[in-house]
T-cell receptor
Framework: DAGVIQSPRHEVTEMGQEVTLRCKPI?????LFWYRQTMMRGLELLIY????????DSGMPEDRFSAKMPNASFSTLKIQPSEPRDSAVYFC?????????????????FGPGTRLTVL | EDKVVQSPLSLVVHEGDTVTLNCSYE??????LLWYKQEKKAPTFLFML????IEKKSGRLSSILDKKELFSILNITATQTGDSAVYLC????????????????????FGKGTLLTVNP
């Protein structure tokens, strides 16, 4: 398997522009997570989906951030409008959780991240 | 407010040394604690701990959880230069059944990490 795929790997944009980050989870995984990492705040969970449904978005910093998962193999994180303080590395991770009472894998597999710089 | 605090923030050792990394937490609805290793890329999973006093081991790495005192340690013995990385601790405070028992509700709060540098 190719692992979790994220695009772009790097993006530099100007303040006020819309930014869309993309993630393709590992095939067969049913949980997807978006994280943001900065020097000041470390690694923060922004939102996660289970079976394409957003379960908890309490980590999303504000209304400028939105995430979608239209199908099991694709998710987007959008920032509109972007601000310099959004500059960070954004990671997507996926995992597989059984829902019928048997032990499930507890490993989240991370993508390579998207380094976003907002000028 | 939920807190996950790691110490030390940074550590420099020589190859062959043993290190202990600390993670303390204050969260509601604690379910499990996870350790990750991050090099110059995405974090990779190391351990998940749910029960007090049960050591998990993988090669030279081991970890244990104390749910009474609300902390965990990650030990690395006979360190190598390849162990140089940021080690992240995260606490899962999801509701319902834990992920490892078939649940699907999952929320991680991360500490800021410990930067470990192992010199030859």
């Amino acid at each position: 398997d190719a692992g979790v795929i994220q695009s772009p790997r790097h993006e530099v944009t100007e303040m006020g522009q819309e930014v869309t980050l993309r993630c393709k989870p590992i095939s067969g995984h049913n949980s997807l997570f978006w994280y943001r990492q900065t020097m000041m705040r470390g690694l923060e969970l922004l939102i996660y989906f289970n079976n394409n449904v957003p379960i908890d978005d309490s980590g999303m910093p504000e209304d400028r951030f939105s995430a979608k998962m239209p199908n099991a193999s694709f998710s987007t994180l959008k920032i509109q409008p972007s601000e310099p303080r959004d500059s960070a590395v954004y990671f997507c991770a996926s995992s597989y959780a059984l829902t019928s009472g048997r032990t499930s894998t507890d490993t989240q597999y991370f993508g390579p991240g998207t380094r976003l710089t907002v000028l | 407010e939920d807190k996950v605090v790691q110490s030390p923030l940074s550590l420099v050792v020589h190859e062959g040394d043993t290190v202990t990394l600390n993670c303390s937490y204050e969260v509601t609805n604690f379910r499990s604690l996870l350790w990750y290793k991050q090099e110059k890329k995405a974090p990779t999973f190391l351990f998940m701990l749910t029960s007090s006093g049960i050591e998990k081991k993988s090669g030279r790495l081991s970890s244990i959880l104390d749910k009474k005192e609300l902390f965990s340690i990650l030990n690395i013995t006979a360190t190598q230069t390849g162990d140089s990385a940021v080690y992240l601790c995260a606490v899962d405070k999801g509701r319902g059944r834990p992920l490892h028992s078939g649940g699907s509700n999952y929320k991680l709060t991360f500490g800021k990490g410990t930067l470990l540098t192992v010199n030859p």
